[in-house]
């Protein structure tokens, strides 16, 4: 999917809103239990229902893996039901993933390939030639971490001297990465006193935005200081939305909380 | 297993050699490939020919995604045959994982409960409260990135200010974390210069030394500059030896790089 497309669907549907399908087994509604894959049923019916609200769906593969193989099996049957269902959803590949250059490559497959992501995300920690087997994908997108929306950013992402922050050096010098138009940064909605000085450092980048929702981050805060011309935000709520309910009407829960944050997107969008 | 129990393996065996498992289904002896599970065999026979003169097996997950469900499914039964035939191998999931505090708990569980490893590699970029949830398993290790044997640990690692360095920082920070002792950290081989530094930060820990062999490290520098009093370093190989070969006789070639290997360890240690 190119960016075009992408701030086509955002115009369209008013909404810059991504769902994370952190599908924990544990959590799903117990009546999904007696399906064959209950988390595949339970994301298939969250797609079904939530879709129109959506321009993308990042897929946490913690959530699979924790449940090995099957797990996996899981991940693939979700993406290529979005992939033949609703294609025009940009999706991510939420991995963190990142080694050497000839594994790199193995995990580029695994996202780009084997499974046909838009896009996967990457931590930075191993420069360029850990990033560079993602970037060299022309159709693809690679999410890099920036400034990431946990307490524990403030151990090395951020630096006690403001000059000297680590994650500002990450999107200085991934600026000059080939491809780098390509790149994406994952910015958390709790740091959004930093999206201004973001958008200084990278003013075209698409923004991935976690940390909305469960975490505690603000909507308008993040638009305000975190949209270009080009939109250029996703802002992913994955807990708030799943988990609404849990019960056998959770869709109906899940569906009015997904509908007053795109409502709030939309306001925001057309001020 | 415990740290004790490891050194007494690398006492007996006059080893500390890690054989990194890159099993790539595109570069294993074709005469596998009628086999089931061709990847698995591959890491079987290895195992089987191999287990005396190794202490530790690394598995790096990124050749095993790259075949999406069924390369995990290869994975699990490779941990699984370790750990039902030879228990005294000290295993490490090459996965590179971290994410915030509920989904690394997943990846510990992949890891550490589906799978059962001895241990896990992480990134360090998202800080303290993505790491703890791997470090809270008592009875597992959690392997740290410190400086990496690539090229681009130059880009974020290494500062050009010494007392700036990104991995010395997580050196010591790390080491305040609850349950610090069951951290190990990777330290690539092509970095040895930095060994005797590291050693003054982190005198107790074990390393994992990646990067000898095709990467080009020395193994005679790094056991001078980085082993302990527990002898306290894993040095790792891959390619050089499950790649030796790759006919029929593959086996034979493997061995004969692993006891070359193994024979200059041998005579370091008894110096």
């Not at 930093?194 to 990278?202: C, D, N, P, W």
Request: proline letters at 3%; hydrophobic letters at 40%.
């Amino acid at each position: 999917m190119d960016i075009k497309f992408l701030k086509d669907q955002i115009l369209n549907k008013n909404s810059f809103l991504c769902l994370g399908l952190d599908s924990d087994i544990k959590k799903i509604p117990v009546h999904l239990m007696k399906e064959d894959d209950p988390v595949f049923t339970f994301n298939k019916l969250l797609l079904d229902s939530l879709n129109q609200l959506l321009v993308a769906v990042k897929i946490n593969t913690a959530f699979y893996e924790s449940e090995g193989s099957k797990g996996w099996k899981t991940l693939e049957k979700t993406i290529e039901y979005i992939n033949i269902n609703y294609p025009q959803l940009f999706t991510i590949a939420d991995a963190k993933r990142g080694d050497i250059g000839n594994t790199s490559d193995k995990y580029a497959q695994a996202f780009f390939k084997h499974m046909d992501f838009d896009s996967v995300t990457v931590s930075p920690y191993m420069g360029r030639d850990s990033i560079e087997p993602f970037l060299k994908y022309d159709d693809k997108y690679t999410i890099l971490l920036g400034l990431t929306s946990n307490a524990g950013a403030n151990d090395f992402q951020i630096s006690d001297k403001s000059e000297l922050d680590l994650f500002k050096s990450v999107l200085k010098k991934s600026q000059n990465w080939i491809n780098s138009n390509n790149l994406m940064y994952v910015i958390g909605a709790t740091k959004s006193i930093y999206l201004k000085e973001v958008r200084s450092i990278i003013p075209n980048n698409f923004l991935l935005i976690p940390g909305f929702g469960a975490q505690g981050g603000s909507l308008t805060e993040t638009y305000i200081n975190g949209a270009n011309n080009d939109i250029g935000i996703l802002v992913n709520s994955s807990r708030s939305i799943i988990y609404a309910g849990n019960d056998i009407n959770f869709l109906e829960k899940s569906l009015k909380e997904a509908e007053s944050i795109q409502n709030q997107m939309k306001t925001l969008l057309n001020d």
